[in-house]
């Protein structure tokens, strides 16, 4: 069954410091992933995604992140974290084998509640 | 602002009140989803709209009614409604259902049911 898990619901850091936001994926077929950003009382906003090639893929607002196939991962990642990121972070994954009524469907993780300290 | 635009941004209703929700996009896509957003819960997809045909009803309760009367347009009919069905209720598009696009998200209505 395709799903896709964020193991924390918290992720807590201080200004300046590298941040990670964990993702793992369980598909059928090859994967398309995504990561998205929500602020409060906004709906998702997209920054990035990995469909083919290169595994490190940039995004917007200098966070990038590295599609792992052996260990079925997508980890968002950024050297230098500012206050300005905290929010909640949003991993999904289309399954490229879907087929019939769940063909291109996106499935989500629960998201992880990113807090930047100053 | 990502070319999805849902309005309103807030509703309450009682549970005898029959509303609308409305999404626009001006984004050329084909494809429209409305998802529920609830609080300690993921995201769950409640329907999906590509050239305009349901493609997809997720099991959602037939007091949720969805209308797609072009591309660009995506409504959510709502009535005799629950309690438990507030939450932020978002709508979204991408280029096609089975693209390799991500999809543009609305900013969501947040819907209270009293």
Known sequence: ?118 | ETGVTQTPRHLVMGMTNKKSLKCEQHLGHNAMYWYKQSAKKPLELMFVYNFKEQTENNSVPSRFSPECPNSSHLFLHLHTLQPEDSALYLCASSQGYRERTEAFFGQGTRLTVV
Do not use: M
């Open chain 1, 1 to 118: 069954a395709q799903s896709v898990a964020q193991p924390e619901d918290q992720v807590n850091v201080a200004e300046g410091n590298p941040l990670t936001v964990k993702c793992t994926y369980s598909v059928s077929g090859n994967p398309y992933l995504f990561w998205y950003v929500q602020y409060p009382n906004r709906g998702l906003q997209f920054l990035l995604k990995y469909i083919t090639g290169d595994n490190l893929v940039k995004g917007s607002y200098g966070f990038e992140a590295e599609f792992n196939k052996s260990q079925t991962s997508f980890h968002l990642k950024k050297p230098s974290a500012l206050v300005s990121d905290s929010a909640l972070y949003f991993c999904a994954v289309r399954d490229t084998a879907d087929r019939g009524s769940t063909l291109g469907r996106l499935y989500f993780g629960r998201g992880t509640q990113l807090t930047v300290w100053p």
